[in-house]
């Protein structure tokens, strides 16, 4: 089939189909030699693999969905609703860039991706006073449904995006307003204000603004820790709200631009130096216990390649940013993706969820579970892919 889709109606005659695309001279009345022969099938199917290569950003996606990943299956867990809206989004990103699956040389529907994942949470998040119950996460649905509106006009997706938004309205909060635009700013505010280490850049993973938790700062409530993949999440979003600044007042643009060029810039400083990723406990590299994590480095990736492409960088900065991603990048394919037998990707060394109703100690941090082909890290690798190949393409 693969000789079929490049030879047309010469399909069945190699001789004809390899002349036409690599002309050579042929001896004994246009016969091919054997040995030219198998050349021939050899450089057709290399023609074939060249004319559509799958990048990884496509092929991981495919893994995924092949899994019936990103998914609701019975009662959502907390965790629920930040995966199917993580890989929600990694899938828009695809479409944004490639357009269609074909392009990519993908084998899944996309679009029918979206539709199913939606369609499987939509029943738990129409009460905007019951989605206040779950995590913050559940925002990240967000974008699909906004997205399957669009395509599809469904009434369903309208009252979900309605019930969500109304939910950010009833959303308890801290006394300092903690979880529009102002609020997108807030939010990144109080997160830099409280989290924010003086020696090393980096933000801890959170804050406590009782100071009543046990691991809390007593002057900023601030945990102890640098966790990685909460470090990515906050650096992601200081990209993507940049990218939503020609709608901001430019103060405010500007002022996101700065907390990104420092976090950049603390970020980079971080990167393990042998194999340019970062550490799960990132103000104790190389402790014992400690490990390269690859669901957070894989974020860092591609928030600093995002970054640099869309020019919010200084150039020196930009020029390690692309440098560092790029290192972390080829650690990530040689160290963390398994490729399988029966054609799909596998993701590992990705850890399962830290959470701040714990001790938040070091040694809670590097004694979490890992979890293989979690989306969190499968999501964040299609993310991180998808930049490297803009850049290849670019370049």
Not at 39 to 62: E, K
Not at 277 to 283: A, D, K, L, P, R
Not at 326 to 354: A, H, M
Request: proline content about 4%; aromatic content about 10%; charged content about 15%.
């Amino acid at each position: 089939m693969e000789l079929e889709a490049n030879c047309g109606n010469d399909r069945h005659d190699v001789n004809t189909c390899f002349a036409r695309r690599f002309p050579i001279s042929y001896s004994n009345a246009g016969k091919m030699h054997p040995i030219y022969r198998r050349l021939a099938m050899v450089a057709l199917i290399a023609h074939h693999v060249a004319a559509c290569s799958r990048p990884y950003s496509a092929w991981m996606a495919d893994s995924v969905i092949a899994r019936g990943q990103g998914l609701v299956q019975g009662s959502p867990s907390p965790s629920t609703y930040l995966q199917v809206g993580f890989f929600q989004s990694a899938i828009l990103r695809l479409i944004d860039h490639y357009r269609t699956p074909k392009a990519a040389c993908a084998e899944s529907d996309w679009e029918e991706y979206l539709q199913t994942s939606t369609n499987s949470i939509i029943l738990y998040l129409l009460n905007a006073s019951q989605d206040t119950s779950y995590p913050l996460d559940r925002l990240s649905t967000g974008p699909g449904f906004l997205h399957q509106y669009e395509q599809l006009h469904m009434d369903a997706s309208s009252k979900c995006l309605h019930s969500l938004r109304e939910s950010i309205n009833l959303q308890p909060r801290n006394m300092l307003g903690g979880i529009v635009l102002d609020d997108i700013i807030l939010q990144l505010d109080l997160l830099w204000t409280h989290c924010r280490q003086n020696d090393t850049g980096l933000l801890v993973h959170g804050y406590d603004e009782s100071k009543n938790a046990s691991w809390a700062n007593p002057i900023t409530g601030a945990s102890p820790i640098v966790w990685d993949r909460s470090l990515g999440w906050y650096l992601m979003a200081l990209v993507d709200s940049l990218e939503l600044s020609l709608s901001f007042p430019p103060h405010l643009a500007h002022y996101l631009r700065q907390r990104l060029v420092q976090l950049a810039d603390s970020v980079i400083t971080a990167a393990d130096l042998t194999t340019g990723c970062w550490w799960q406990v990132m103000n104790h590299p190389g402790q014992v216990g400690n490990y390269i994590e690859s669901s957070g480095s894989a974020m860092f990736t591609s928030a600093l390649y995002k970054a640099a492409r869309l020019g919010y960088l200084p150039a020196k900065l930009a020029r390690k940013a692309r440098h560092t991603a790029g290192r972390c990048y080829s650690n990530l394919v040689d160290s963390f993706l398994v490729r399988n037998q029966n054609g799909t990707l596998e993701y590992n060394g990705t850890v399962s969820v830290c959470s701040l109703s714990s001790s938040a100690s070091y040694e809670y941090y590097v004694s979490q579970p890992l979890l293989y082909n979690s989306v969190h890290g499968t999501a964040a690798f299609v993310l991180a892919s998808l930049e490297q190949e803009m850049l290849d393409q670019s370049s």
